[in-house]
Every structure is written in C-alpha cells, then in structure tokens.
C-alpha cells in the first residue's frame, strides 16, 4: 500500500467515524443536557485519578482549548456540537477540580510529633461508645511556625466526663501524626478526604482537655466554614 492509498484509507475511516458520531448524537437529542453532567464528573475523576498534582496550567489551557475547538468547530460541523460540548464540560470539570485543591490547600505535618502542647475552637465533636473524636480549628501547637501548622486538626478524647462543646476553648497535651496513606492501593484514601476538610494532622490527647478563653486575635473565633460545623452540631442535637 502506498501513502496515496494509506492516506484514503485514514480519510474515509475518519469521514465514517464523524458520521457515526453525527448519527449517534442525533439519536441522543433530547438528552444532550443530560450528557454535560457526565462530562463534568468526568472531568472530576480525570483529575483524581492522576498519580501527581498536574501543572496548574493543564486546567486553564485545556478549558481554552475545548471552548476554541467548540467555539470554531460548531458552525463547521454542526452535527458534532453535542460531541464538542461534553469535550468542554470534561475540561471545565478538570479545572474545577484543581480550583477546589487549591482552595482547601493548608499545611500538614509531615512526621509524628508530641506529646505536644495543642490548642484550638473545637469546631466538630463526635460522640462514640468508648470515645470523643474533636476537631479542632484556629490550632496553635507549641514548637511549630504558623506558616506550618495545620489549619484543623483530628483528636481522640478518652476518659472524658464533660463532652466538649462545638464553638469551646480547648488546650491538652497530644500526640500529632500526619494523615494517614491508604491501607491497601486502591483502597479508600482517608487522607485525601481530611485534605479536603482541611485536616493537617490526626492524633489523640494524653490528658484531659482544659477550656480555655480564645487566644488574643481569635475572639470571633473561625471562619465560616467553621461556624457552618457548630451551627449544624447544635442543630443535630436538637433534632435528637
């Protein structure tokens, strides 16, 4: 075969390819709404499931790039304007996920550490049967910069009288761990999911927790986020 006779072949299989796209989407008209949400949650788990933090400007680039494509494309070949869409939405949720990455980023630590003295505005507490698991917010940990220290911060409570309150001063002594990897490759990723509640280090307290008054410069106490927690904590009580 010589490159005459190749390059037939490549333009009739790829004339036979947009038409089988074209009648494809044809079928589909009345449900191309429906097809942008795939795009995007497509676009999602192409991000998640990338072994390393991608360039930030893959996201951006590829955003520009399929709203060109789109944008050019669709007087072209009308036909394929559903096709060329779902192309944008996949990119559009590939930067949205990088967008949430960046704005959840916070430090973590990187080794154990403690017993150490910590501090914090408990913002979540939950109940178990022979436990107390707090997260505290706003941390202060003794021996560490502010630039490094977690923005949240997991703790286990045990031998606890008084159940701390969401919204509560609290300062103890614990041992800090960073977030933990999966167990098994391809298992729930624990860590990932404390990334994005902005929990920097996980551990348990070895003394009771004492309530103190919010440190100088913390008298509002959190951000809003933090708020949402206690508001919705409180509400849960009511509701039981």
């Known amino acids: 075969m010589d490159t005459s ?18 009648a494809q989407a044809s079928t589909e008209v009345d449900r191309w709404p429906l097809w942008l949400s795939v795009g995007l949650g497509g676009g999602v788990g192409l991000y998640f499931s990338l072994g390393a933090e991608p360039d930030w400007l893959i996201g951006p680039a590829g955003v520009a790039m ?7 494309g669709a007087r072209r070949w009308p036909a394929a304007t559903p096709v ?6 996949i990119a559009l949720g590939f930067l949205s996920a990088q967008i949430r990455t960046w704005s959840v980023a916070a430090p973590r630590i990187e080794r154990q550490i403690g017993p150490v003295a910590v501090t ?31 923005e949240r911060v997991r703790l286990v409570l045990r031998g606890v009288e008084a159940v701390p309150v969401p919204g509560q001063w609290l300062a103890m002594r614990a041992i800090l761990s960073p977030p933990p990897p999966p167990v098994l490759p391809g298992a729930y990723d624990n860590g990932r999911a404390l990334f994005f509640d902005r929990i920097g280090a996980v551990g348990f307290a070895i003394e009771r927790p004492t309530p103190i008054d919010p440190p100088a410069g913390h008298q509002a106490g959190g ?9 919705r904590h409180v509400a849960s009580i009511r509701i039981r």
Not at 5 to 22: K, M, S
Request: glycine residues 4%; proline residues 3%.
């Open 84 to 89: 060329m869409a779902v192309v944008v939405a």
């Open 223 to 231: 951000d809003l986020l933090d708020h949402l927690a206690v508001w």
């Open 120 to 150: 914090g505005q408990a913002v979540e507490v939950e109940t178990r049967p022979d436990s107390i698991r707090i997260v505290l917010s706003s941390v202060l940990i003794r021996g560490t910069e502010a630039d490094a220290t977690p």
């Open 66 to 72: 399929a709203s060109a494509v789109f944008a050019l």
């Open 5 to 22: 006779q190749a390059l037939n072949r490549i333009t009739r299989l790829t004339h036979r390819g947009r038409d089988w796209v074209a």
